[in-house]
């Protein structure tokens, strides 16, 4: 199995972190870095108990914690999915790390977003691999926007590892390859992606999480391919994700494994029991959801909990609403914690700056007439933590909940 040299290079490397080179606990949450974000984010809020709650813990250590859950590592700064994004990650005091997870042509495990999305967060459009890609690069052309599909079923892992990863993001009206892939939302940057940063297999991925101290949380993409793929079906490839972690020795307790298809959920839950009890079931807002009326929800949470399943984890829109311009628990969270489930949401710092979104945007849906600031982010992640009672979010930039967890005291 590959070694990590970038991650495992201490006392140099990861000196201010406090891991140790085999991934030991000595000196491990001794520090974290969390940089200015925080702060700045506390300096835009409300004056308030929770302000002054948050400003109080300026200065003070931030431990880790596995509420504070990387989300494809610290992907606002740094290409998702990467070794470096989790590095990172780990070193932000996220105490869970996250590998998405599809599969190459030869039936190997791999972290990325989608199967198919290497034509947006790789530079695989300007290599000769753009040849294996289902919809070759076609430019802008008037009221037709440019367009490409390139998957890693279509390439092997020797292939897939010769890329280069880069930001997700595309530009539809480019005209050029390279006009298409230089499309940086101008809220992050391509600073941390100006040298070749380093893709993952998901066996990698549980080596390097292992090294930093983190715990794991992969999701089981679905398929942009037909399954079976070549013999290899669904319960094949949720079976190969679990394999992974029990041949590196990786207890069931640690792994979080997460899917938005149920099924994927319940074969864990009868094929692997000890993994299957910490599975995720991933929701999210859909057309004609209102957080605030049972009649427009799809989950029956008295019967997902009848089948085993214990952790649910909606998109926050689904877990808040407005309500006399503060940020509360919704109705929709109330009767999931209620049922007994356990709660995760994502995605915070997922939105960019919340008062030149639109009132947040998509994640903030039910909040759009009241985000005005992004000091109200630590308003959300608030009424999360204590109203909703969420045991872990996931964030595009983990030291604006590790920063929160600790002060709070939450583990």
């Known amino acids: 199995m590959r070694t990590f040299a970038f991650a495992l290079a ?3 490397a990861l000196l201010t972190t406090g891991f140790s080179a085999t991934g030991a606990s000595a000196g491990m949450n001794d ?3 969390v940089g200015v974000r925080p ?3 506390i300096d835009r809020m409300e004056d308030g108990p929770l302000k002054d709650k948050l400003a109080a813990c300026a200065g003070q250590p931030v431990r880790r914690t596995a509420f504070s859950i990387g989300h494809r590592g610290a992907q606002m700064q740094f290409p998702e999915h990467t070794v470096e994004a989790n590095v990172a990650a780990a070193r932000q005091g996220a105490g869970i790390l996250e590998c998405d997870v599809t599969f190459t042509k030869d039936k190997e495990l791999v972290c990325r977003h989608a199967q198919n999305d290497l034509h947006t967060t790789t530079n695989i459009l300007a290599t000769p691999l753009a040849e294996t890609c289902v919809t070759p690069f076609k430019a802008a052309n008037g009221d037709e926007k440019a367009e490409a599909e ?3 079923s279509e390439l092997t892992l020797a292939q897939f590892k010769t890329l280069t990863p880069k930001m997700d993001a595309k530009n539809a009206g480019a005209t050029t390859v390279e006009g298409y892939m230089n499309a940086t939302a101008n809220w992050r940057t391509d600073l941390y992606g100006v040298e070749p940063t380093t893709l993952m297999s998901h066996a990698e991925s549980i080596e390097l999480f292992k090294t930093l101290g983190a715990k794991f949380t992969p999701e089981l993409k679905s398929p942009s391919v037909e399954m079976p793929f070549d013999g290899f079906t669904q319960e094949d490839y949720a079976q190969k994700l679990i394999d992974e972690y029990k041949a590196a020795g990786i207890p069931a307790s640690d792994v979080f494994a997460q899917s938005f298809n149920l099924a994927d959920v319940l074969y864990w839950l009868k094929a692997e029991p000890e993994y299957g ?5 991933l929701v999210e ?3 004609g959801f209102n957080e605030q009326d049972p009649s427009t929800w799809k989950e029956d949470f008295a019967s997902l909990q009848e089948q085993g399943v214990n952790y649910l984890a909606p998109s926050m829109n689904m877990l808040v609403t407005a309500k006399d311009g503060r940020i509360v ?24 700056p919340l008062a030149a979104k639109g009132g947040g945007g998509w994640y903030y849906k039910p909040l759009n007439d009241i ?3 992004d000091g109200q982010m630590y308003e959300l992640v608030d009424t999360l933590a204590q109203d909703v009672g969420v045991v872990g979010i996931f964030s595009d930039w983990p030291a604006t909940v590790s920063y929160y967890a600790s002060c709070m005291g939450l583990d």
């Open 10 to 12: 201490l006392p140099c």
């Open 31 to 33: 520090v974290i870095e």
């Open 39 to 41: 702060l700045y984010l």
């Open 150 to 152: 390139c998957r890693t």
């Open 277 to 281: 009890a910490n599975a995720v079931y």
């Open 285 to 287: 807002l859909h057309d």
């Open 329 to 352: 628990a919704s109705e929709y969270a109330k009767a999931a914690k209620a049922a007994g489930l356990k709660l995760i949401t994502w995605s915070l710092e997922r939105s960019g």
């Open 371 to 373: 985000i005005h600031t």
